[in-house]
């Protein structure tokens, strides 16, 4: 089979606008009807990759693959060849599984070179921007990313819902770019003017960066940007949001134009109170009983070297100046509180291996002397003191990024 039409797809533009206007520009009534003739077309010459096709918009981008991602990406690659496509176009729009995690295990997609945590990918309805409707009509991939809350371009607030029947608009069910289920015409409609935090939110989501002291505003690659982005949310999130709400969202602007000073503030409130209510002597207490998840959660936003990702880095000074304030006495105090390997291997910039690695050739000293059933990546097992004594060991050897601090066996 093979389409007669085939526009180009628009660089900003979503797999599933893309492949909804090419069902429509070639006469199909819905989707559906192309879907279903291309799974026929698959079933003679690849039956795996058929059954990794599905037939409706919403479920058809590469993410949304269970199991099968890459059966899910030569059914694509198929669907090209069939009907005469560059091979490579519904990839290059396509939002793939990224092979990193945000934070603590938090997955992330992938497309055009930037990484995008999963749980900033809009679920339900897709708002849209009128103005820009009016220009093109098509759905621009960032409409599909929360944290996008105004169009950057025309400095209004979105279309959440239809202003004539009130329905969440959602082209991937109503299967139209312009209109609404009730036949309004969206791009007619009128939209307030955005504020001035959520435009600059919105810019930043499309990849600008500005000249600021504000780390989050002079991110130099968009995938830092979410990272930072990321993990302000998740730290400020009500505990019943599940996608990010707007007033979280664009607070996150003013929080880090205080950074690191206020992350300071907080990690100091939570060392006083863990000394006010302490029950157990310093160096026997978990740095997470202490500090929580911190560590763990700001790991790998998405990368793990502290020059690049600025809230390892914030943590880092902040711990390497606890240590050097609370100085070995006979008395346990703060920087005696124990790490789990991996809190290790985070702050260290390695590998939990490379962090055994340390242990087992005495670069890095066990806070007790007989470890019981094996060595376990999140027991706690190293003295604050003493990962942060080793990494400034090694600083001028090594640098700090994701590099092994010996060589492999
Ligand atoms: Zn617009
Ligand atoms: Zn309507």
Not at 58 to 70: C, D
């Amino acid at each position: 089979m093979r389409l007669l039409i085939r526009p180009e797809p628009y660089p900003d533009e979503s797999l599933e606008s893309y492949l909804l206007r090419l069902s429509q520009e070639n006469g199909f009534e819905r989707y559906t009807l192309l879907s279903g003739a291309i799974r026929d077309s698959l079933l003679v010459q690849d039956h795996e990759a058929s059954g990794a096709f599905p037939l409706e918009l919403a479920r058809v981008n590469v993410f949304h693959a269970q199991r099968s991602s890459g059966l899910r990406v030569r059914a694509l690659q198929l669907f090209a060849q069939l009907t005469d496509l560059d091979p490579a176009c519904l990839l290059q729009l396509s939002l793939m599984h990224s092979g990193l995690h945000f934070g603590s295990g938090h997955a992330c997609v992938h497309r055009a070179g930037v990484d995008t945590p999963l749980g900033f990918i809009r679920t339900g309805p897709i708002p849209v921007c009128p103005a820009c409707l009016r220009e093109s009509a098509y759905i621009r991939q960032h409409w599909h990313y929360s944290p996008y809350l105004a169009c950057h371009q025309h400095g209004s607030q979105l279309l959440h819902l239809c202003p004539s029947c009130g329905e969440a608009l959602d082209y991937q069910h109503s299967e139209s770019f312009t209109h609404c289920r009730c036949g309004f015409d969206l791009r007619t409609a009128i939209t307030q003017p955005a504020s001035a935090e959520a435009q600059q939110l919105s810019t930043l989501i499309c990849g600008a960066r500005f000249e600021s002291t504000n780390p989050l505003l002079s991110s130099e690659h968009p995938s830092l940007m979410f990272g930072a982005l990321y993990w302000y949310w998740l730290r400020n999130k009500r505990a019943d949001a599940g996608q990010p709400e707007f007033g979280t969202l664009t607070m996150a602007i003013d929080y880090f134009s205080a950074w690191p000073a206020n992350f300071h503030h907080e990690l100091q409130q939570m060392a006083q109170k863990a000394l006010q209510t302490q029950t157990r002597l310093l160096n026997h207490t978990a740095f997470r009983e202490v500090f929580g998840s911190v560590l763990t959660d700001c790991r790998q936003l998405p990368t793990r070297d502290s020059h690049r990702n600025f809230i390892l880095r914030g943590l880092l000074d902040y711990l390497t100046e606890l240590v050097c304030a609370n100085p070995k006495t006979r008395v346990a105090n703060l920087a005696d509180i124990q790490l789990s390997a991996i809190e290790a291997a985070a702050l260290l910039g390695t590998s939990v291996e490379q962090v055994f690695r340390l242990l087992q050739d005495g670069y890095l000293t066990p806070a007790h002397r007989r470890i019981h059933g094996g060595l376990k990546p999140h027991e706690p097992l190293f003295h604050l003191r003493h990962v942060i004594e080793c990494r400034q060991a090694h600083r001028s050897t090594f640098n700090d990024a994701y590099h092994p601090y010996l060589p492999a066996w």
